[in-house]
């Protein structure tokens, strides 16, 4: 069973940043590819970034590209997204995602693709 645990969320005023951790324990953190999700008050789930199991490729939401930088650190079993110039309509649950892979270079971008959920954390960005 893997456990995945968001930590990092909190206020902040526009133009400000944030850094977003996922801690993933479990299995082999190597072997899964990863996502960030974000889910506002009356709108559904949706994609914000995503990094490849080998983690050399990412991708990314239009919305957050030259913003948001997903990374991972796999001697920490980790995944970060570091949020640079926040806006109010960033304001969400964050919610960190894994899904396993047997290719190293997969990216996945649907929510239904990802097998494995985190709590998810709250950011708010003030204007």
């Known amino acids: 069973q893997v456990q995945l645990v968001e930590s990092g969320g909190g206020m902040v005023q526009a133009g400000g940043s944030l850094r977003l951790s996922c801690a993933v324990s479990?299995?082999?953190?190597?072997?899964?590819?990863m996502g960030w999700f974000r889910q506002a008050p009356g709108k559904e789930r949706e994609f914000v970034a995503a990094?490849?199991?080998?983690?050399?490729?990412?991708d990314y939401a239009d919305s957050v590209k030259g913003r948001f930088t997903i990374s991972s650190d796999s001697a920490k079993n980790t995944v970060y997204l570091q949020m640079t110039s926040l806006k109010p309509e960033d304001t969400a649950v964050y919610y960190c995602?894994?899904?396993?892979?047997?290719?190293?270079?997969?990216?996945?971008?649907?929510?239904?693709?990802?097998?494995?959920w985190g709590q998810g954390t709250q950011v708010t960005v003030s204007s």
């Open positions: 990094i490849s199991s080998s983690a050399r490729s990412t």
């Open positions: 479990g299995r082999t953190f190597s072997s899964y590819a």
């Open positions: 995602a894994a899904s396993p892979t047997l290719w190293g270079g997969t990216l996945k971008s649907r929510a239904i693709e990802y097998d494995y």
